[in-house]
């Protein structure tokens, strides 16, 4: 569901930048977009390792928290998104 809503709101960005020709509205749907190649580059490889893992070994821990940093940037692509969509909207 994740994606589809990325590509919703990609979509939507950037039919409002083609409407109002405003720059942030292409802005935030391009880091919507973004989430997808970061998840698929960034994250997919350490999902695979993790869901390789048999036991909980020290290793794995050092995956989680690995995994837990690249989420938080993920998220973060989203945040900057959402107030790039904010700032646009309030332009004059």
């Given at each position: 569901?994740q994606s589809?809503?990325?590509?919703?709101?990609f979509?939507?960005?950037?039919?409002?930048?083609?409407?109002?020709?405003?720059p942030?509205?292409?802005?935030?749907?391009?880091l919507?977009?973004?989430?997808?190649?970061f998840?698929?580059?960034?994250i997919m490889p350490?999902n695979?390792?993790?869901?390789?893992?048999?036991?909980?070994?020290?290793?794995?821990?050092?995956l989680?928290?690995?995994?837990?940093?690249?989420?938080?940037?993920?998220?973060?692509?989203?945040?900057?998104?959402?107030?790039?969509?904010?700032?646009?909207?309030?332009?004059?």
């Amino acid at each position: 569901m994740q994606s589809s809503l990325a590509v919703v709101g990609f979509v939507l960005g950037g039919w409002a930048w083609w409407q109002s020709s405003e720059p942030l509205w292409i802005v935030g749907a391009m880091l919507m977009l973004a989430n997808w190649p970061f998840t698929l580059l960034g994250i997919m490889p350490t999902n695979r390792k993790l869901m390789a893992t048999q036991t909980a070994t020290p290793d794995s821990r050092t995956l989680i928290v690995k995994w837990g940093g690249l989420h938080a940037i993920r998220t973060l692509l989203g945040f900057s998104a959402t107030a790039a969509f904010l700032l646009a909207g309030h332009q004059p």
